[in-house]
C-alpha cells in the first residue's frame, strides 16, 4: 500500500469516526469513547462539578433565614439574577481524589459581606447538600468563608481548596 493510500485510509477512518455521534473506537489495546480514556490498564480520574446558581443561593437564604436575607438589597438582588442570566462568574463545588474546592462568584462574596458569611455559605452548604455533599464539607466551607470574608476585595471572587477531611489547604481571588 502506498503512503498515500494509507493516509487516505487513516482519513477515512478519522471522517468516519468525527462523523458519529457518540461512540467508540478501538485501535490496537488503545480505547477512546465520548466520555473515557483507557489506555492498557491507565485509567483517568475525572473531577466533578457541582454548579451552583445565585438564585439557588438566594432562595434558600430567603426560606432558611429572612433575616439575612432582608439585609440584601432588591437593587443587589437583582443583579444576582441577571448575572445568572448572563452566565456571568460561576460559584461551584469541584471534588476529585484529593478533596474539593469551592468557587464563589463575586456577587455571592458580596452577598455574604452584607448578610453575613456564615448565613451565606450555610445555604450554599445546603444546596450542595441536595447534590450529595455531606454535612462535613458544609460545616468546613462555612467556617472557611466567614474567616477570609474579611481578606476578600469588593467585586472579586474566591476560590477554596480542602482536603479530603475537609481542611483548608489554601484560598486565593477569582
Partial sequence: ??????????????????STAVGTMTVGNITASADTTNNGSEKVDKDE??????????????????????KIPEAERSAMLRQDLLRQGGTYIKTNKNGFTVY??????????IAGASAVAWAIASVAASGGLT????????????????????????????????????????
Avoid: C, H
Fill in 1 to 18: 500500500m502506498s503512503s498515500f493510500n494509507k493516509i487516505v485510509t487513516l482519513g477515512a477512518a478519522l471522517v468516519m469516526l468525527g
Fill in 49 to 70: 462539578y457541582l454548579s451552583i446558581s445565585n438564585s439557588e443561593v438566594l432562595k434558600v437564604l430567603k426560606e432558611s433565614n429572612p433575616e439575612a436575607y432582608a
Fill in 104 to 113: 464563589f462568584n463575586s456577587a455571592i462574596v458580596k452577598t455574604a459581606k
Fill in 135 to 174: 454535612a462535613g464539607p458544609a460545616a468546613a466551607i462555612s467556617t472557611a468563608l466567614g474567616g477570609v470574608i474579611g481578606s476578600i476585595p469588593d467585586g472579586r471572587g474566591v476560590w477554596m481548596k480542602f482536603s479530603k477531611k475537609g481542611s483548608l489547604v489554601t484560598w486565593g481571588l477569582q
